[in-house]
């Protein structure tokens, strides 16, 4: 997936669901600095992370790096 479609993403599901980047980090046990790297697409996400991030939010990872049509 596209570095700069995932950040959109994330940032984009972290909003519609209410939280800070640092609600969201602290939640997930990542450091807010990666969060906000990740969001900007500037650092690619490990798996890890983002099944961290997915289960916060509230949503599956597939819906987290669905590709639009």
């Known amino acids: 997936m596209e570095i ?3 950040a959109q ?5 972290r909003k519609l669901k ?3 980047q640092q609600q969201l980090a602290d ?3 990542i450091s ?3 969060l906000g790297a990740i969001e900007r697409g500037n650092r690619r ?3 890890q992370i983002l099944n961290k991030i997915a289960d916060v939010l509230g949503i599956t ?7 639009d049509e």
């Open 61 to 67: 990872l597939a819906e987290l790096t669905q590709r």
């Open 18 to 20: 209410g939280f800070t």
């Open 9 to 13: 993403r994330i940032r984009a599901f």
């Open 45 to 47: 996400a490990e798996d």
């Open 4 to 6: 700069r479609h995932l």
């Open 27 to 29: 939640e997930s046990g």
């Open 32 to 34: 807010l600095a990666v």
